[in-house]
C-alpha cells in the first residue's frame, strides 16, 4: 500500500510503480509457471531471432547483468519447461523461443495491453503524451544527459 507520508518523494513512488508493475507481470508469469526473470529473458531471446541474432547465454548475462551460472540454471529450466531450444550444435550454444514459448509471448502481449489500459486509465491522451515526455527526461537526467 502506498505510503501516504512519502507521495511527495518522487524515487520513492517510481519505485512503488514498478513493484506495482512487476507484481502484475509475475501474476500473469504464474500462470505460465514462469517467474518474473524467465518472461524477460524469454521476449529477450524471440525480440532478438526476429531481428535475425543468435542469442547465446552470455547475451543474457549481459542484457540482464547477471551472472554465468544464474543464466546457467534459468536457461536450463526454461528448456525443461519447454518453452526454449539450446542448440549445442554450433560452438557458442544457440537459445530459441519454441512454439509453446511464442505461444506464451502472443498471450502474454494480450494481457500487457490489458496492463497498459489499467495504468493509464483516466488519462487524456495529452496527459499520457506529457507524462511519457517527462519520463524519458526524468532518463535521460540519470543518464547524464543534458547536464
Known sequence: MLNQERKEDIIYLIRY????????????????????QQGRILFFTANKVREGIDVHQNDIENEFHLSKST?????????????????????????????????I?????????????????????EDKKRMCENIIKLIENMEGGNS
Open 17 to 36: 510503480l514498478q513493484k506495482l508493475i512487476d507484481k502484475d507481470f509475475d501474476k500473469r508469469l504464474s500462470e505460465y509457471d514462469l517467474t518474473g
Open 71 to 103: 543464466v546457467s540454471g534459468l536457461v536450463k529450466r526454461m528448456e525443461k519447461k519447454k518453452i526454449i531450444t539450446i542448440d549445442k550444435q554450433h560452438p557458442y550454444a544457440i537459445i530459441k523461443p519454441t512454439d509453446n514459448g511464442y505461444s
Open 105 to 125: 509471448i502472443c498471450h502474454l502481449r494480450k494481457e500487457r495491453q490489458e496492463s497498459v489500459n489499467k495504468l493509464i486509465e483516466g488519462f487524456k491522451e
